[in-house]
């Protein structure tokens, strides 16, 4: 049988920074995108990647 090297898929959510794809203990919700059928999709950054990227906190959004 031969191997696959597929990265794990992580789910989305405060320990995941999706800008780094990796864990993170600070991250916070930054977009949350509606989709007209399905479930929508939420993107999570932690402080290092928002700093670098001057991305603002959903709840910080006007």
Same mark, same amino acid.
């Not at 600070?26 to 929508?40: M, R």
């Given at each position: 049988?031969? #191997?696959?090297?597929?990265?794990?898929?992580?789910?989305?959510?405060?320990?995941?920074?999706?800008?780094?794809?990796?864990?993170?203990?600070?991250?916070?919700?930054?977009?949350?995108? #509606?989709?007209?059928?399905?479930?929508?999709?939420?993107?999570?950054?932690?402080?290092?990647?928002? #700093?670098?990227?001057?991305?603002?906190?959903?709840? #910080?959004?006007?």
């Amino acid at each position: 049988m031969q #191997e696959t090297t597929h990265p794990a898929t992580a789910p989305a959510g405060p320990g995941w920074c999706d800008w780094h794809e990796g864990p993170s203990g600070t991250a916070v919700l930054i977009q949350a995108i #509606e989709q007209g059928s399905g479930p929508g999709l939420t993107r999570y950054a932690c402080a290092p990647c928002r #700093e670098q990227r001057r991305l603002v906190p959903y709840s #910080e959004q006007p």
